[in-house]
């Protein structure tokens, strides 16, 4: 990822490591503990639940059809709800469009399907250039999307999260849910990354 995705720590964030420092030094937080917690709601948790949506889309065509018709309603059926979550519309990659997602006001996320926003998400440079550029944008997290494919930008708000389901890639045919669930990270369902093979060339379908 670029570097012109950083700036400047915030007051708040001065601050809260300033607690984090003092606690530290009264030994009443271990080292590193507040780094595993956020690495957990950010990478592990949270982004689990939407993997788990993205497998069972791939693999169960109705479940699919239900999912892009009334994202709120099918995630539901796979019990994951709540705060920041209340709404929810899924957009579907394929070989012709690719979808990308953003806050361009603040930083809503969808807590129930993804955990916490990763830091660049909520950066400005993001949040501003992606809108204005998004293909130099994902080509700095990567992701070079060939010139024949439509880059469509989408901007949550208050009221509205988005879930982008990725494509499945070649060579999975026949994998389960739990396999495929393993495959779909974070980003892919932010659109700022594809699904892969691990240790596979493969494209996507």
Not at 79 to 108: D, K, R, W
Not at 117 to 140: D, F, G, M
Request: glycine residues 6%; contains cysteine.
């Amino acid at each position: 990822m670029s570097e012109s995705f950083t700036e400047p720590p915030s007051e708040r964030a001065l601050r809260i490591k300033a607690i984090e420092s003092v606690l530290l030094e009264k030994k009443i937080l271990a080292p590193g503990a507040v780094d595993e917690i956020v690495d957990l709601f950010e990478n592990q948790l949270g982004p689990r639940n939407g993997a788990k949506i993205v497998a069972r889309a791939w693999t169960d065509a109705a479940y699919k059809e239900r999912l892009l018709a009334n994202g709120t309603e099918a995630i539901l059926e796979m019990g994951f709800a709540g705060l920041q979550g209340e709404y929810m519309v899924v957009l579907e990659n394929t070989p012709a469009i690719h979808h990308v997602v953003v806050c361009t006001l603040c930083s809503c996320y969808p807590w129930p399907v993804l955990g916490l926003p990763p830091n660049w998400y909520k950066t400005a440079p993001y949040r501003s250039r992606v809108v204005i550029e998004p293909r130099a944008v994902l080509s700095e997290f990567g992701l070079d999307v060939p010139d024949d494919v439509e880059v469509r930008v989408y901007d949550s708000n208050n009221e509205l999260r988005y879930l982008v389901l990725p494509q499945r890639p070649v060579g999975t045919e026949g994998w389960s849910e739990e396999a495929l669930a393993e495959i779909v990270t974070r980003d892919s369902m932010i659109g700022t990354a594809v699904c892969k093979v691990p240790n596979a060339d493969e494209g996507v379908v």
